[in-house]
C-alpha cells in the first residue's frame, strides 16, 4: 500500500489549546504523523510518497471561495491589525441570536462566522499546512483512480470536523471529504465515507448532508457528553435527496470492543447494501483505551481486526488520517488498520 506524506504538515503547529480548564501543549502536534511514518516504515508497508501540489478547483468542490480566501489571508489581516501570536477566535453565535447568513465586515466577527470553536489556531502557515494536507488527501485518491487497492493518506492537520466554510477540531480543510469528491469527479458513482475515528465526523456530514451520492457512516462518543457536541445523534438521517443516507452511531463514554463492533458491523453492512464502488476511510485512532480526550477502550490489537473487516468491502480503499492523540501508540494503531486491511 502506498503512502502518501509531506514533511509540509511541520507548517501547522497550534503552540497550545484550553483543555478541561488549563492551558496545555496542543494534543494535536506534528510528532503525531512523525510516529504514523516512522511505524510505515518499519513494517515495510509500502512506499512513501510526496503528494503532487494540485490546484484549488477539487478543493472548491467541496469548501467555498470565500472561505478558502478567508484561511489564506486571515494571518496576514491579524498582523496588520497589530496583533501578535496566533489567530484565534474567541466568541460564536448562540442558539438565542439570529442566524447570519453572510460574513461580516469586522476581523473577528469573521474568525467568528468561519469557525465553532478554539481548539486550533490559525499560524503564518497553516494555510500551507492545511493545502499540503489536502494534497496528500487527493494523491492517495488518484492513486486509487489509478488502480491500486488501497491507498494512506497521512494527512496533517486532520480534516473531518472542517465543514464547507468553517474550521474547528483541529480541522481546516476536510481532507477525507475532497477525496471522495475526487472520487465522484472522477467516475465512481457511489462512495461511501466511514468515519471511525472517535469524534463525530461533523463536517463531512453537514458537507455532503442532502447528498445521495456519497454515503457517511460515523461511529463515536455520544454528542450529549462529547465534542463536538450538537451534532452526531442517530436522528440526523441527511436531508432531501440525501434522507437515509447520513448513519450516526453515538456511543456512550466507556465503549469496549464488543459494544463498538456491534455498531461497527451495523454500519458495515449498511455500507454493503449501499453498494459503494469506492470507500474513503477517516481513520481516527482515538478510540484507543489510552488515548488522552477520549473516552471509549480499544485495544491495539482491535485495529488489526477493523482493517481486516475493511478490507471486506471489497472495493478500492482510501485511507485517510484523522485524529489518534496516545501519541506512543498512534503509529502502530494506526498502521495495524493498514496492515490488518493488507492481510485480509
Ligand atoms: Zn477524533
Known amino acids: 500500500m502506498k503512502t502518501f506524506y509531506t514533511a509540509d504538515h511541520h507548517l501547522h503547529h497550534s503552540g497550545m489549546e484550553v483543555s478541561f480548564g488549563s492551558i496545555v501543549e496542543t494534543f ?60 484565534w477566535p474567541y466568541s460564536w453565535r448562540h442558539r438565542s441570536m439570529p442566524p447570519i447568513d453572510s460574513p461580516p465586515s469586522g476581523l473577528d466577527a469573521r ?28 494523491a492517495g485518491a488518484d492513486a486509487v483512480l489509478a488502480g491500486d487497492r488501497a491507498a494512506f493518506s497521512l494527512c ?7 465543514g464547507r466554510d468553517f474550521f474547528g477540531g483541529y480541522c481546516y480543510l476536510n481532507n477525507a471529504a475532497i477525496a471522495a469528491q475526487r472520487l465522484r469527479d472522477r ?14 465526523g461533523n463536517g463531512t456530514q453537514e458537507i455532503f448532508y442532502d447528498r445521495a451520492d456519497v454515503l457517511l457512516a460515523s461511529l463515536h462518543g455520544d454528542p450529549d457528553f462529547e465534542f463536538p457536541f450538537h451534532l452526531g445523534y ?12 447520513n448513519l450516526n452511531y453515538p456511543l456512550p463514554a466507556g ?3 464488543a459494544e463498538w463492533r456491534d455498531a461497527f458491523e451495523d454500519a458495515h453492512a449498511r455500507i454493503r447494501d449501499f453498494q459503494p464502488s469506492a470507500l474513503v476511510v477517516s481513520l481516527g485512532v482515538d478510540t484507543f483505551k489510552d ?41 502502530v494503531n494506526a498502521v495495524n488498520v493498514l496492515q490488518g486491511f493488507e492481510r485480509a
Open 291 to 331: 488515548d488522552p480526550i477520549s473516552q471509549f477502550m480499544l485495544e491495539g490489537g482491535h485495529f488489526l481486526l477493523i482493517g481486516a473487516r475493511i478490507a471486506a468491502f471489497d472495493v478500492p480503499t482510501l485511507f485517510v488520517m484523522e485524529g489518534g492523540y496516545a501519541v506512543e501508540a498512534l503509529g
Open 111 to 138: 474568525l467568528s462566522y468561519y469557525s465553532f470553536d478554539m481548539a486550533g489556531s490559525i499560524t503564518e502557515t497553516t494555510w500551507q499546512a492545511a493545502r499540503r494536507a489536502a494534497d496528500t488527501a487527493l
Open 234 to 245: 442517530a436522528r440526523e438521517r441527511g436531508a432531501g435527496p440525501g434522507e437515509g443516507y
Open 28 to 87: 494535536e502536534k506534528p510528532e503525531r504523523a512523525e510516529i504514523v511514518l516512522s511505524r510505515i516504515k518499519e513494517v515495510g508497508l509500502g512506499p512513501v510518497l510526496d503528494p503532487q501540489r494540485y490546484e484549488r478547483e477539487p478543493i472548491e468542490r467541496v469548501h467555498t471561495a470565500d472561505y478558502l480566501d478567508f484561511l489564506e489571508n486571515v494571518f496576514a489581516e491579524w498582523r496588520a491589525a497589530g496583533r501578535d501570536g496566533e489567530v
Open 156 to 162: 496533517r492537520p486532520p480534516g473531518h470536523h472542517a
Open 255 to 257: 465503549t469496549g470492543w
Open 187 to 200: 467516475g465512481h458513482d457511489r462512495v461511501a465515507i466511514f468515519d471511525i475515528d472517535y469524534h463525530h
